[in-house]
């Protein structure tokens, strides 16, 4: 696992990533006014603009869905990378050469710059297979890809390619490239052998298998030839940047429409993901040569925003309003073992899992050959929640007409209706057990009920704590600190009332703060605790003081960057949409005047509040009685009547 980078090397690439040109490779972004950039959100499907950049902030937000962040959130999100994956990526698209906290690091074991060169000689490697696909001796490669219907344009899209037969062809190309046996093992493209190195992929058609930025990091290679003695497929051996258990392919081209839809359709093999694609089922992925297993279940989570316990009802039938993960399996036996296999990684997810089978065990490149791309999709939509399939292959096994028969189907099926941990759930199924067994409720609750006892004592005996989830899920149920949008605020902030201009006043004072500190008056540093009336608004106010004051720094990135360090966790999202959000004032000659005018005004409002109190107390004072409390206050009151026409007294000057 991977160390904590150092703080210092993080700061910087935040500072040297610029936002709007890391925003921009993924969204199509308009100037918005001064300092700030729209566009349609990637995270949502929207008609008109409400995601914004403010590039001098080095924050985005999207006022439609409610995310937002900085630019290593933004990768993280739209790649879905985890923290550490989303800084190398960045660092190395910018330069910047990490470091470590000692004893941490992900390649510690490694000659500094080694990965980048598997990584730069693999996509070599991609460029030389692509290459050879049009090539005199690749027409064996051509025609299987044309008797499946896959033309030029589909070859080019994934980057199919073709090994010649030859020993040495991809050897030779890359030695002329500049790079070394040594680097051609490391990355997997090369075998050792009695007489030295040879190419590993001969013969075969080539699939690039790239990592969810689009980097080539790994080769899937089919059997194609009759004399080729090896197995049909063979992939890329574990390397510094390919590791099975841990890839997805397609992920590159899926993960704009899963972070959309919430979506990922998992098929088994790369021309069933292509099939899929070109069929419009943009969220098919496929793994490599290995089950799926946990740490697939990791990578998918990230990308459908399955971060929460409860984050979608699954409902018996087809549906969910969550996240959806669903497996196309065969179905024959192998397709059913392999649901089976999906069911038990199934308590790792909080999204929805379901199953689409094609009942004449067609895959969906078949499925697409014989019946069009419209079949795939009816295949997709015909899901069913996997709970139901696996219990209902469980009880086909049983003749369900005989007593005998429905008390082994109930023995066999109960196991699996308790294994189920969402408490909605259980006892639903408990139902549909019973009614597809064609037995009394109680009977069937009972047994579920043993079988759940059964299952807590042999995860005791094994040193397990049954029914809680494991270490990966409660990590993921934890809070996060997703932004939301202030007038939603949860917990203790009440909902600003828009038509208050009140509220609209001390919003607008924020946001010229957060975005402008060069141009804020000294005045602001000066209220008190009390100057803004919306809880919500009050708490980023409490947060500006905690960082020292807006007149500690008049760099917008690192004086938004200050007060989120003194933020808690809900009032970090309010002043992430603060600092992003369009200002009433778009033009650049007015900025520094509208800053200093709005929170004057502000200021103005507190004296004018503060007046009215000590009027009030004085009316109470009786002057003969307490004559030095009353010449206090009186005395306070001047003062601040002079402060408040002195400060109108700059506004004209202005």
Request: aromatic fraction near 8%; proline fraction near 5%.
């Amino acid at each position: 696992m991977a160390g904590l980078i150092k703080r210092e090397d993080v700061d910087a690439v935040r500072e040297r990533a610029r936002i709007d040109e890391i925003v921009g490779s993924y969204v199509t972004l308009k100037t918005a006014g001064v300092g700030s950039m729209k566009g349609l959100c990637p995270f949502h499907d929207e008609r008109t603009p409400s995601f914004h950049v403010r590039p001098q902030v080095g924050r985005w937000h999207c006022f439609g869905c409610n995310e937002g962040g900085d630019v290593i959130s933004f990768v993280q999100k739209i790649d879905g990378l985890g923290f550490t994956e989303a800084v190398e990526h960045l660092a190395q698209r910018v330069g910047i050469q990490l470091r470590y906290e000692e004893g941490g690091g992900p390649r510690r074991s490694e000659e500094p710059g080694k990965r980048q060169r598997i990584i730069e000689a693999n996509r070599s490697a991609a460029q030389f297979y692509a290459e050879q696909l049009f090539s005199p001796g690749a027409t064996v490669a051509r025609e299987f890809l044309a008797q499946r219907s896959f033309d030029r344009a589909a070859a080019e899209t994934f980057g199919v390619g073709y090994a010649p037969q030859g020993w040495s062809s991809l050897l030779t190309y890359l030695r002329s490239k500049g790079f070394s046996e040594a680097e051609l093992l490391a990355a997997g493209l090369v075998s050792q052998g009695n007489r030295g190195v040879y190419d590993r992929f001969r013969g075969r058609l080539i699939w690039p298998i790239r990592d969810v930025t689009g980097e080539v990091i790994g080769f899937g290679a089919r059997r194609l030839f009759d004399d080729d003695q090896g197995p049909k497929y063979l992939n890329t051996p574990e390397t510094a940047v390919y590791k099975k258990s841990q890839v997805l392919y397609g992920l590159d081209l899926a993960k704009r429409e899963i972070a959309k839809t919430k979506r990922v359709v998992v098929v088994e093999g790369y021309t069933d993901v292509m099939a899929a694609h070109l069929s419009g089922v943009g969220t098919a992925v496929a793994t490599c040569g290995t089950a799926f297993g946990s740490d697939h279940v990791r990578v998918v989570r990230r990308l459908v925003g399955d971060t929460s316990a409860g984050s979608g009802v699954q409902l018996a039938g087809g549906g969910s309003t969550g996240g959806e993960i669903i497996f196309t399996f065969d179905g024959d036996a192998a397709g059913q073992k392999a649901a089976m296999r999906a069911f038990a990684e199934d308590q790792r997810f909080y999204a929805q899992t379901f199953v689409a089978v094609e009942k004449s065990g067609m895959d969906p490149c078949e499925l697409r050959l014989a019946r069009g791309p419209e079949a795939v999709r009816a295949l997709v939509d015909s899901r069913q929640p996997l709970f139901e399939f696996v219990i209902r292959t469980t009880l086909a096994s049983f003749d369900l007409g005989t007593a005998e028969g429905r008390v082994g189907a109930l023995r066999a099926a109960a196991p699996a209706v308790a294994s189920i941990r969402d408490s909605a759930l259980k006892p639903e199924y408990t139902r549909m057990l019973a009614g597809w067994l064609g037995m009394d409720g109680e009977t069937v609750r009972r047994a579920v009920a043993s079988a759940q006892h059964a299952g807590q004592r042999a995860a005791h005996s094994a040193g397990e704590r049954p029914g809680r989830p494991d270490a990966e899920q409660a990590r993921h149920a934890a809070p996060s600190r997703e932004p939301y949008p202030a007038e939603r605020a949860p917990g203790a902030f009440s909902r600003p009332d828009r038509t208050d201009p009140v509220a609209r006043l001390e919003r607008e004072v924020l946001e010229a703060v957060l975005q402008h500190p060069g141009s804020v008056p000294p005045e602001f540093d000066e209220l008190g605790a009390d100057a803004f009336s919306v809880p919500a608004w009050r708490a980023v106010h409490e947060a500006i003081r905690a960082a020292g004051g807006v007149g500690t720094t008049s760099d917008p990135a690192q004086w938004v960057a200050r007060v989120l360090e003194e933020a808690s966790a809900p009032v970090a999202g309010i002043v992430n949409e603060l600092a992003v959000a369009p200002l009433p004032e778009d033009r650049e000659s007015a900025v520094e005047d509208y800053v200093r005018g709005v929170v004057r005004s502000l200021v103005e409002m507190q004296y004018t509040r503060r007046i009215a109190n000590l009027r009030s107390a004085l009316q109470r004072t009786d002057m003969e009685s307490d004559p030095e409390g009353y010449q206090a206050l009186f005395a306070e009151l001047l003062g601040l009547e002079a402060q408040r026409r002195e400060l109108r007294a700059l506004d004209q000057g202005d």
